[in-house]
């Protein structure tokens, strides 16, 4: 069977579905509290913004805790999601939108509306439709506020237009979009995962030096031979070396890339800059010359670090892309990328201490302080079995930030033709 369509006001949808109104889609809508805590409280509830929405969920790590008896009060303002709730970021940074399912005692703030589908909504196809970018380019352009800071109010996300087909095709087109956003939630914490285990071991091997002798018992514990080294004003394990960490890899500065503009809106390479480290590499993204020197060339698997701002080190999957200024590129002909990875997160915190102090609007660290770090580099044998365990554990990391990109890249292409019925489904009937 060929789909008919008709026109609408949002633009063609099949004949059988029809449009009505994020107020009448939604038994519930509300615009979130504007309780603003004055102080931290040591409660166990949590109350989020928009900046504690990620990968999903809201992460609960940086929310401002508040007492009992707020908790309750917002509670009964019907501030407090419930499972199946969406939930969508309306102020700033707009159109963040996530189906709740978590079981955490949170209420939201104002910059986060709370929408509770009606029964003939699956929360997930309303989800979706609000993610897609032909309804978040409708709402920005007619609803939002004309400010330098766009925001929704309440009415305005009443009027909203919803397309509405049945509840079973609802739910057959979300779950095709929902399995894959399952699958890269997994990566995502598979990532976590390893990273902390990374990132244990690293510690476990350099910092208490417990790596595996050559009879594979813990070095140190098992009576390992120690020396004192000035330097650093402590003991380490006979026969290693310090070296600066400027020494153990090299940090390539990047172009002020306004300086090579793009050869055409077709042939360009997107700039990464700071921002880029968090979100990847997006449509809003500044493009650049394909002729910028190689070195500058950003590709998977590169390890990037911030050094200015919000100082950040990553390692890239987002694609190839061109270096930016205020970000060095990490590299290094001697030792392996797992090494200078991990002994770079091991100074971060310092660093960012370092930048904090900076009496500028942009804290930053000089190159000064990448020779004062010192790094403790192992003899050549317990080297060869360290590179073994750790350079797995990077590749992995490696391999399934590129598969949950090679995801999202199928899911958004799939997502607007889905939701507006351009795509075909088979819908099972009872």
């Known amino acids: 069977m060929k789909t008919k369509f008709k026109e609408t006001e949002i633009g063609m949808i099949p004949e059988d579905w029809e449009i009505t109104t994020l107020e009448k889609a939604s038994q519930l809508l509300t615009d979130g509290s504007h ?48 499972k199946g709730d969406v939930l969508f970021s309306k102020d700033g940074t707009m159109g963040l939108c996530f189906v ?19 029964n003939e909504f699956d ?4 989800k979706y439709y609000l993610s897609d970018k032909k309804t978040q380019d409708l709402i920005i352009a007619g609803f939002s506020s004309g400010s330098a800071l766009p925001r ?62 050559e009879q594979g018992k813990p070095y140190k514990s098992s009576g390992g031979e120690m020396v004192y080294n000035e330097e650093l004003e402590k003991e380490m394990p006979k ?24 050869e055409s809106e077709t042939e360009f390479l997107p700039v990464i800059k700071i921002r880029e480290l968090r979100q990847g590499l997006t449509e809003s993204c500044d493009k650049a010359s394909q002729k910028i020197p190689n070195e500058y060339v950003v590709d998977d698997g590169d390890v990037l670090f911030s050094w200015s701002g919000s100082l950040e080190v990553v390692i890239w999957t987002s694609g190839k892309g061109a270096l930016n200024q205020h970000l060095f590129k990490v590299t290094s002909k001697d030792y392996p990328k797992w090494f200078y990875y991990y002994w770079i997160l091991q100074y971060l915190p310092q660093f960012r201490h370092i930048a904090e102090g900076k009496a500028t609007t942009m804290g930053h660290i000089q190159r000064h302080h990448l020779k004062d770090s010192l790094v403790i580099v192992p003899d050549k044998p317990t080297f060869q079995r360290m ?22 890249q199928i899911r958004d292409s799939l997502l607007p033709k889905l939701i ?6 088979p819908v099972e009937t009872s």
Not at 108 to 116: E, N, V
Not at 388 to 395: G, R, V
Request: proline share 6%; with cysteine.
């Open 152 to 213: 929704l109010t309440l009415v305005n996300l009443k009027q909203i237009p919803v397309v509405k087909p049945n509840i079973t095709e609802q739910r057959t087109r979300s779950s095709i979009l929902a399995d894959l956003d399952s699958k890269i939630e997994l990566n995502q914490n598979m990532n976590k995962t390893l990273e902390e285990i990374g990132q244990a071991i690293f510690k476990h091997w350099f910092i208490d030096f417990e790596f595996p002798n």
């Open 100 to 118: 709740f399912k978590q079981d955490e005692p949170i209420v939201i703030l104002s910059s986060i509306a709370l929408i509770r589908p009606h």
């Open 35 to 82: 309780f603003s805590p004055k102080e931290e409280h040591n409660g166990k509830h949590f109350i989020a913004t928009v900046k504690d929405m990620e990968d999903y969920v809201i992460n609960t790590r940086n929310c401002k805790r508040i007492s009992e008896e707020i908790f309750n009060e917002l509670t009964r303002s019907n501030c407090k999601p419930q």
């Open 420 to 425: 507006s019925g351009k795509i075909r489904v």
């Open 387 to 408: 590179d073994k365990n750790l350079d797995s554990i990077l590749d992995k990391l490696i391999q399934v930030n590129i598969e949950s990109r090679n995801l999202s």
């Open 123 to 126: 929360p997930f196809f309303l």
């Open 239 to 262: 026969d290693w070396e310090i070296k600066p960490l400027d020494e153990i890899a090299n940090f390539l500065n990047g172009l002020a890339l306004q300086k090579y503009p793009p």
